[in-house]
C-alpha cells in the first residue's frame, strides 16, 4: 500500500479521470511505481526506511535528512564561473509525475497480436499527448536527480543511499 501518495493526489495538473473500475487499478500502479522508484532514489535500504518513515507519520518524513529531500530543494553550483541553480520539486511531486506520464501511456495502448497499438474512440475523454506526458516524465526525472545530488554533497547523512541513475526520456 502506498504511504507519500495515493489517487486522491491526482487533481489539477495531474488530473487523472477515472471511473470507478480504473481507481483499484491505478491505486496498483501507485503502490508499484512508488517503491520501486523510492528504492531506486535511494537504494533499497534507504528506500524502505523512508517509506517506513512516512507511513509512520500519515505520509510525510519527520527526520531531518528526509524532510529536505521531501520538500521543495534548491541547489546552487558554480562551474566555469557561471552558476547554476537546480530545482526539485520534492519526492511527491516526483512520483506523481511518474504516475501519472505511465498511466496515460499505458491507456492510450492496448495489446494486440500485432503489438501494442493505439486507443482511438470518437467520444473518449481528452489525455494528454505523448510529448507531454514525456515532459511530466522529465520533470520528475529532474526531481529525481536534483534530489540525488544533494545526497552526494551530503552522503553522511545517508549511509545506506545506492541509489541508482536514471536518464530522460527523448520526445520521439
Not at 52 to 68: A, D, F, I, M
Not at 115 to 138: C, H, M, T, W
Request: hydrophobic share 35%; aromatic share 12%.
Amino acid at each position: 500500500m502506498s504511504v507519500i501518495i495515493g489517487t486522491s493526489d491526482f487533481v489539477g495538473r495531474y488530473a487523472i479521470v477515472t471511473g470507478t473500475n480504473e481507481a483499484a487499478l491505478i491505486q496498483e500502479d501507485i503502490d508499484t511505481i512508488e517503491t520501486t522508484w523510492m528504492r531506486n532514489l535511494l537504494g533499497v535500504t534507504e528506500g524502505d526506511a523512508f517509506i517506513l518513515e512516512c507511513s509512520l507519520n500519515l505520509g510525510v518524513p519527520t527526520s531531518p535528512q528526509y524532510v529536505t529531500i521531501y520538500d521543495y530543494l534548491q541547489l546552487e553550483d558554480v562551474y566555469c564561473n557561471n552558476e547554476f541553480e537546480y530545482v526539485s520539486s520534492g519526492i511527491k511531486e516526483m512520483l506523481k509525475g511518474v504516475v501519472y506520464s505511465q498511466y496515460y501511456t499505458q491507456k492510450k495502448t492496448v495489446p494486440t497480436v500485432i503489438g501494442k497499438q493505439v486507443i482511438q474512440a470518437s467520444n473518449a475523454v481528452s489525455s494528454p499527448d505523448l510529448f507531454e506526458l514525456k515532459r511530466y516524465y522529465n520533470q520528475s526525472i529532474n526531481n529525481y536527480r536534483v534530489i540525488q545530488k544533494y545526497i552526494h554533497r551530503n552522503l553522511s547523512d545517508f549511509p545506506d543511499y545506492k541509489g541508482l541513475n536514471k536518464n530522460y526520456s527523448t520526445p520521439f
